[in-house]
């Protein structure tokens, strides 16, 4: 087991925010185009975040001109250029899965002060 924490240390990043469920960040992706390479941005609210060590995820997900859009990033992916936190949401939930079905100030999630 040493074996498998030695490689998965080798992989992880060390500088990354404290990210928690209901936060809402904004997550700068390299994106390749054919020959060419540009940083693409992706703002929305952490609804879950699983696993742990190098296979931890987080889902993200926003609403643009009334259409749910969901990402699954990889946090210690080389994609990911930079994580930037927004907002601290209060949550009391570990999945925030009922956000899918409510739309409006229902699906508002309250800022932690």
């Known amino acids: 087991m040493d074996l498998v924490k030695a490689l998965d240390s080798q992989y992880m990043k060390e500088e990354l925010p404290e990210i928690r469920v209901g936060d809402t960040v904004r997550v700068h992706v390299q994106i390749k185009e054919g020959s060419r390479e540009r940083i693409q941005v992706f703002e929305g609210t952490v609804i879950a975040l699983k696993h742990g060590g190098v296979q931890e995820t987080m889902t993200v997900r926003r609403v643009s001109y009334g259409v749910g859009c969901e990402k699954v990033f990889p946090l ?3 994609r990911i250029a930079e994580i930037e936190i927004i907002r601290h949401g209060k949550v009391r ?3 925030l899965y009922y956000l899918r079905e409510r ?3 229902a699906a508002k999630i309250k800022e932690k002060l």
Do not use: Y
Request: hydrophobic share 10%; no cysteine.
């Open 76 to 78: 210690h992916s080389p």
């Open 93 to 95: 939930r570990a999945k």
């Open 103 to 105: 739309s409006g100030k």
